[in-house]
């Protein structure tokens, strides 16, 4: 038996008729006697009975259909509770990020977010492969996530929502001779000593683009994922190295130039599977983030573009 079927078998109790029942339903009477018929296969007694043209309820039937106001009572009083737990302006959200994106938007979120009546969130950070970060949804509400400009998209089990496009520039110290240039080309980078992430992260389709165009393969010294590790590598001497434009914070002996003939280009997405944002609570996070990316990109858009260094991974 199901819902409908007991809802059915109340209202033939209430108005005494299938032709009434199948009006106030807006079904057709064939329809509600199919529905009757599977009940009472599930039933080991009679629930409905002739009297004269008309079907009315035995007494066994009578008996179900006031237990039946009692299912779609606790039914109804179950639906209210959802939706007052998926209207709750204050609930706890769980938000995961890799590195770099957690240190630009964990501190805005949590600023923006603070005081009474605002989500409760439980932040972590979760620097893993591309490949790995769809699985995260079951374990968070949002899971910031990146890859790259011309990368496969994120599979249809999640929702994916860009925040940033984020251009990735070269990194060199202050005084090394390619700071002169405005602009950098696969040509100008190929002969130098390069810090890259470990295989399997998005950057390193790059690091192989820049080598396809320059015609050599760049001479890889150092293998570090954290941007703030990497920063002080380059800074101290130890090569160049892709750094995101907008998330890796600045350091004061680095420069960041753009690099031409290549797509060196990033999204920062939110991923989420669709039943998350059911609840205002997620949602509220969702705007939030929206709100900090076009700070992020607003500030650097203010600012004049000279140096950058970071703090994380990817």
């Known amino acids: 038996m199901d819902e409908r079927q007991l809802r059915i078998l109340r209202e033939l109790g209430e108005l005494g008729s299938v032709s009434a029942v199948a009006d106030a339903l807006r079904v057709t009477p064939s329809a509600i006697s199919q529905q009757l018929r599977l009940l009472q296969r599930s039933i080991p007694v009679p629930l409905t009975e002739r009297a ?10 009578q008996a179900l259909a006031r237990a039946a106001i009692e299912v779609e009572t606790a039914l109804a ?12 302006p204050d609930g706890d959200v769980s938000l995961a990020a890799f590195h770099s994106a ?12 603070a005081g009474p009546g605002c989500p409760r969130l439980a932040l972590a950070d979760e620097d893993v492969a591309q490949d790995r970060f769809p699985a995260l949804t079951r374990d968070y509400d949002l899971v910031l996530a990146h890859r790259l400009d011309h990368g496969a998209p994120w599979p249809r089990t999640v929702t994916a929502d860009t925040l940033l496009r984020e251009p990735l520039d070269v990194a060199l110290p202050t005084g090394h001779p390619l700071a002169a240039k405005r602009l950098l080309l696969p040509q100008d980078v190929a002969d ?8 399997g992260f998005p950057l390193m389709s ?8 320059a015609g050599r393969r760049l001479d890889v010294f150092h293998r570090v994922n954290d941007f703030a590790v990497a920063a002080e590598v380059v800074a101290a001497g130890g090569g160049l190295a892709l750094m995101p434009r907008w998330t890796a914070r600045a350091h004061p002996h680095l420069v960041l130039r753009p690099l031409g003939a290549v797509r060196a280009r990033r999204h920062i997405d939110v991923l ?6 059911a609840r205002r609570v997620v949602r509220t996070v969702l705007a939030e983030l929206h709100r900090a990316a076009a700070e992020i990109e607003g500030e650097d858009s203010r600012a004049p573009h000279s140096g950058a260094g970071p703090s994380a991974t990817q």
């Open 52 to 61: 004269g043209r008309r079907v009315v309820l035995t007494e066994a039937g």
């Open 77 to 88: 009083r179950a639906r209210h509770t959802i939706t007052d737990f998926a209207e709750q």
């Open 102 to 113: 957690a240190s630009a938007f964990f501190p805005l979120l949590l600023r923006g977010l």
């Open 192 to 199: 130098q000593p390069w810090i890259t992430v470990h295989d």
């Open 206 to 213: 790059t690091i192989d683009a820049i080598a396809s165009v």
């Open 272 to 277: 989420h599977r669709p039943e998350r944002t």
